[in-house]
């Protein structure tokens, strides 16, 4: 009822305020002629306690039973005061002005005439010298006054809803706006990237080489200008891609997300607190977009789903992780619904070793935290690197680039599959690059060598192609990760610190192809069971047998994680990785399947 209470318009509580002015004022009447009527004054001060009281909590909690109660004690009260003084039919006019104030649709058609015409042919029957006539005018008029304060606000709340609507949908157009220019700028990246990109990369490294055989001094000021030159170029072709690039994606995180939050309070009429915790540290690309987009989301639902009037953002940057926090004082909302913004907010933190979690009760408002890992240089220890790639120059360009980062070394490199594996036997690294298209063995053919040969070495397709069942092949044949070459060198050596700790990692936007492709087979296949093939044909690492093990147990990620002493992310990313080697779509295929294959004890 509190509740109720709180989300009044002013025309509620004018309404309150009318009725119990009228009924007090009308109570004292009813005391001071008291000698005039037959029952109890108990009783009538107990009867225009139940007209006050009753009609209003049936409109507040029923709406079906309101007119009725109504019409029978309020309506019953003034025959009976008008059976002694025929001009008590005047109480009536404030019930009149209700009635048609609070009636709605069909409801008119038999409330108009009962109040109207009824009543005072009732009010004539028991007191005789009463005009009809003049009774029923003044009725009509206090209903045809309550229709109109009825059509007043009933515009008003309309009005109220526009305007809350029309505020998410500034916030949705703002969002469609945003993804609109980030799916642009990431369309034009690869594309430079693959064309442009890799002609200007080639030709400062060939440059470069060149460098040695150059002994006059006129040579080497002819080399430094063409490099600067090319340096030039490629980082205007930067700048242009850079000038289309989401507003959140140009500004620190903590810069970029207070605008949010102002812009959110400025558009949804809401209270909106930011506060933020530790000194900043710089983050990945991917974790700034997954925190921007988790409060985005969060606000949104705040206001849309949880009507919510105030909401906390804070961020709290912490040693080995960044926390993010989202509180509202909103409805709440039921347990174990989750729709698509909650999703995708959810599978940004897991494809990043992260985790989201929402706490959320009836009436007690949401909660909403995203963690992410903080992502940062391997003091004690360096990453034995090979890089396989078909493209000379760019495997020279991806040494220099990796090789700037101190826990970063690369061993070896190799310019197909077939080399690959001869180089893991001399070399032995831990983490190898690998092409996908490559003359003699193909990198779908190496990773599943290597992988059979050496099961602890790392593997991370990295390739200029979006092709879903190659990525589909490249995870079952054992790979730990698949990402495409457009990818930032800062996110890349990011994602190889993930990937050697253990993590599995795939493009988010490939993720979706590969399950879309994986739901499209299912329901292709029919009720028709496809053969089960041999165990060793879905090449599960020892850790995701692991994960399967436990999922067949019936136990949850958590649960798995504290077992296993990983994080909550990692553990899905796990059983993602298996999900999409044994070719099904949830857990409980992924247990079925793995049965059939023999694959658990």
Known sequence: MFDMVKRWYWYDWLMFIIRLICSISLAFTTIGLQQYFTLPIAVLVLWQLLSFSVP??????????????????????????ASFFP????????????IAAHSAKRAYLWSGPVSILLIPALIKLIAEQSEYWVMAVHIGMAYVFGFSFHLLSLNHRQGEIIR???????????????????????????????????????????LETLRPELST????????????????????????????????????????????????????K??????????????????????????????????????????????????????????????????????????AMKERAMNL?????????????????????????????????LVVDDQPFFRESLRTLLEEH????????????????????????????MDLEMPNVDGISASRTIKETWPHIRILILTTFEDTKQALEA??????????KSMQPLELAETIRTVHRGGTLIDQGMSHKLFAQLELEADNSGDDPSPIKASSNYELTPRELEILQYVSKGLRYKSIASKLYLSDGTVRNYASSAYVKLGVRNREEAVQKAREAGLLE
Not at 87 to 98: H, K, M, P, R, V
Not at 358 to 378: A, N
Not at 416 to 432: K, T
Request: include cysteine; charge should be negative; hydrophobic fraction near 35%.
């Open 475 to 484: 995870m079952r044949s054992g790979v730990d990760g698949y990402l495409l």
């Open 87 to 98: 001009q008590a039919y005047f109480s009536f006019l404030l019930y009149a002005f209700l």
């Open 217 to 268: 001094d006129t040579g080497t000021e002819r080399l430094d200008s063409l490099l600067n030159l090319a340096r030039q170029n490629m980082e205007d072709v930067r700048g242009y891609v850079h000038q289309i690039e989401s507003p959140h994606e140009a500004l620190p995180l903590l810069q970029s997300l207070r605008k949010l939050a102002e812009e959110f309070q400025e558009h949804a």
């Open 406 to 433: 101190q826990d970063l070394q690369v061993v070896g490199t190799a310019e197909d599959g077939e080399q690959a594996i001869e180089l893991c036997r001399q070399v032995q690294p831990q983490l190898v690059l």
């Open 353 to 385: 070793q992260g985790h989201v979690a929402v706490y959320s009760e009836p009436g007690e408002g949401t909660l909403v935290t995203c963690t992410l890992p903080r992502q940062t240089e391997l003091k004690d220890e360096v990453i034995r690197l």
């Open 270 to 343: 809401v209270t909106v607190r930011f506060h933020a915790y530790g000194e900043e540290y710089p983050i990945t690309k991917q974790a700034k977009t997954a925190l921007y987009r988790c409060v985005q989301e969060s606000l949104t639902n705040a206001v849309r789903h949880g009507h919510s009037t105030e909401i906390k953002v804070s961020v709290q940057f912490e040693p080995q992780q960044t926390r993010l926090e989202i509180q509202d004082n909103g409805r709440g909302m039921e347990q174990g619904r989750e729709g698509f913004g909650l999703s």
């Open 56 to 81: 209003w909590l049936c409109l507040q909690l029923d709406y079906k039973y309101y007119l009725f109660t109504e019409i029978v004690i309020s309506g019953g009260l003034c025959l009976y005061l």
């Open 164 to 206: 809350d609507q029309n505020a998410v949908l500034e916030q949705y157009l703002s969002q469609i706006e945003r993804i609109t220019l980030a799916e642009e700028r990431n369309r034009l990246s690869k594309d430079l990237h693959d064309t442009v990109g890799n002609a200007y990369t080639s030709l400062i490294m060939g």
